[in-house]
């Protein structure tokens, strides 16, 4: 049974950095493109940002210059490193691994930045 679970999220102050993880089992993921989508309450979810099999990668226009996606494909693991954190990035956040009609969810991770 395929399983994905996020960690590393928490309560920060504007500016500070936090990385969140999302580590996959029950299969491999190697060919799989892994994403991170956050949302906030009443809002939608939305894409934050993806890294290919091949390792090319995609930011949603409000985190670029901020956010880096990285895959470490040996744990099956998604990472998000999250830098100058604002308070619009308080939402809980999803990755998502994917491979043409196939999608596995994570169950979120909540970030809230605050002073």
């Known amino acids: 049974q395929v399983q994905l679970v996020e960690s590393g999220g928490g309560l920060v102050q504007p500016g500070e950095s936090l990385r969140l993880s999302c580590a996959g089992s029950g299969s491999t993921f190697i060919t799989y493109t892994m994403t991170w989508y956050r949302q906030a309450p009443g809002k939608e979810r939305e894409f934050v940002a993806s890294i290919s099999s091949s390792g090319s990668t995609n930011y949603a226009d409000s985190v670029k210059g901020r956010f880096t996606i990285s895959r470490d494909n040996a744990k099956n693991t998604a990472y998000l490193q999250m830098n100058s954190l604002k308070p619009e990035d308080t939402a809980a956040y999803y990755c998502?691994?994917?491979?043409?009609?196939?999608?596995?969810w994570g169950q979120g991770t909540q970030v809230t930045v605050s002073s």
């Open positions: 998502k691994f994917s491979r043409a009609w196939i999608n596995y």
